[in-house]
Nanobody, 124 residues
């Protein structure tokens, strides 16, 4: 079972940027498709972005396209979520998840391993 640890969250002003990291231990992250999900109290959460095991194929939630970019650095055993032009509605706990599928996975039901999450707060 892969263990995932997120980092990089924090407080940022609207329009600012953050880069979240999802680091894997006990397993090599290159053998997993990775997804990012978010949840905020009282708001609809869910899928944010995903990347396949081999990297070139990604998907992003419509509301973050052009602002968020998911990428992976297998040498660092880490997947990143670069977030730019942040909006107050992006504030949430962001979690990464792993699945051993070779396909692009975007449903939370398909991910077997989850991190604890990192808090992103965006001030207006």
């Amino acid at each position: 079972q892969v263990r995932l640890v997120e980092s990089g969250g924090g407080l940022v002003q609207a329009g600012g940027s953050l880069r979240l990291s999802c680091a894997a231990s006990q397993r090599t992250i290159s053998t997993y498709a990775i997804g990012w999900f978010r949840q905020a109290p009282g708001k609809e959460g869910g899928f944010v972005a995903a990347i396949t095991r081999t990297g070139p194929t990604t998907a992003e939630k419509d509301s973050v396209k052009g602002r968020f970019t998911i990428s992976r650095d297998d040498a660092k055993n880490t997947v990143f979520l670069q977030m730019k032009s942040l909006k107050p509605e992006d504030a949430a706990v962001y979690c990464c998840a792993a699945d051993s599928s070779y396909a692009l996975v975007s449903s939370n039901r398909d991910f077997a391993s989850w991190g604890q999450g990192t808090q992103v707060t965006v001030s207006s």
